[in-house]
């Protein structure tokens, strides 16, 4: 029995030197692979990193060009009384002015087409010329009745003090509502307050 014991006790060293190589064996590939999982996170968040600088330059570029280009193309909206007074400050820039139609100012020539009047806000008036046959419906010289103008263009480069629109909105009470007003004998609301006349 004691060579069986003696083979017994053999057979469990052998066993025990086989599962302790195997765990050194372990030992060595676990720590390894935990290296190998360690340089895949440190890669990953430098990726990510590259990304979003790459993004990043591109998105300021975008926005760049973006404001760039609108520096140019930007309308100032003003009323009629300030740009007269500031004429200086508009002189190269495209403006939306905005006032009333002046009574009695509204002209059309034929040859060239065009159509000149006076806006009006405050104390000021602003001679407007519109190289267009076309203007909206709503731009007419209605007796009495207040029409609001707003002109898009700019302020004539030869020192003239008018302004050169290309494009013209008007707006107008509705035709009941001139018929109203006019029933009413109610005069048009910037001249009876003197919102166009200063006075």
Do not use: W
């Not at 263009?153 to 007003?181: F, N, V, W």
């Amino acid at each position: 029995m004691s060579d069986l014991d003696q083979e017994l006790a053999d057979a469990v060293k052998e066993t025990e030197a086989a599962d302790a190589a195997e765990a050194v064996d372990a030992g060595v590939v676990k720590p390894a692979a935990a290296s190998h999982d360690a340089n895949e996170g440190t890669h990953k968040p430098k990726r990510s990193i590259g990304l979003l600088v790459a993004l990043l330059v591109i998105g300021g570029g975008i926005l760049a060009l973006m404001l760039s280009s609108a520096g140019d193309a930007s309308i100032y909206a003003i009323k009629v009384d300030d740009l007269v007074k500031e004429q200086g400050k508009y002189a190269e820039r495209t403006v939306r002015a905005q006032g009333y139609l002046v009574k009695g100012s509204l002209m059309k020539r034929d040859d060239p087409c065009e159509y000149r009047f006076k806006m009006c806000n405050g104390s000021e008036e602003l001679p407007v010329r519109y190289a267009n046959c076309v203007v909206p419906d709503t731009f007419r010289d209605v007796p009495n009745i207040d029409v609001e103008v707003t002109a898009e263009g700019r302020l004539a480069s030869d020192g003239s003090q008018y302004l050169e629109a290309t494009h013209i909105m008007a707006k107008c009470p509705s035709k009941y509502e001139m018929q109203q007003r006019q029933a009413a004998g109610e005069e048009a609301q910037h001249v009876a307050s003197g919102v166009c006349n200063g006075k």
